[in-house]
């Protein structure tokens, strides 16, 4: 009988080499600034690079800002949040006080604006970003739903919340 094991496997090598290849790349920033445009805009396991660059991040803030300046240079069609959700998922682990102040940022300011739901669904949802959904939506109530369909796929559950919303 067939077993989807091996396959798992991979994908957690294949995870693991990404996330080391990240910490490496946080600690050369002229590497850093060559993979910038693959970083945003894909392909590859960018969520555990991500989480990398988060671990291997002298200055994590600094990096998320350099993401997030290329990031808006991206298209449109080609911009991929998943490095960003690497890393605040890896952030938070270590220190919730910037997490929160990325996620704010993120809410508050373009190119990041536009996706902030997506990047919220990867740390899940406490009352501060019960709120800060409610704000995205004040602050642009044409954003497309489909940017809230990260919250379904992230297995992270809005229900205990909804009282808020």
């Not at 949040?81 to 998922?89: D, Y």
């Not at 910037?98 to 997506?118: G, M, R, V």
Request: aromatic residues 8%.
């Amino acid at each position: 009988m067939w077993s989807r094991a091996p396959l798992a496997q991979d994908r957690n090598h294949l995870g693991a080499e990404a996330e080391a290849l990240g910490k490496e790349v946080a600690a050369d920033p002229a590497a850093l600034r060559i993979l910038l445009p693959e970083v945003v805009s894909g392909p590859g396991n960018l969520w555990p690079f991500g989480a990398g660059l988060a671990k291997g991040a002298e200055n994590p803030r600094a990096i998320w800002e350099d993401l997030a300046k290329q990031f808006g240079r991206s298209a449109t069609d080609k911009k991929d949040t998943r490095a960003f959700s690497g890393m605040l998922r890896q952030i938070r682990e270590v220190d919730s006080k910037l997490a929160n102040e990325l996620l704010d940022e993120a809410l508050n300011s373009e190119p990041l604006a536009a996706y902030y739901p997506i990047i919220q669904s990867s740390v899940g949802i406490d009352d501060a970003g019960v709120e800060r959904l409610m704000r995205s939506l004040e602050v642009d109530s044409n954003l497309p739903t489909t940017r809230f369909t990260a919250w379904y796929k992230s297995g992270h559950s809005m229900l205990a919340r909804f009282e808020q919303i």
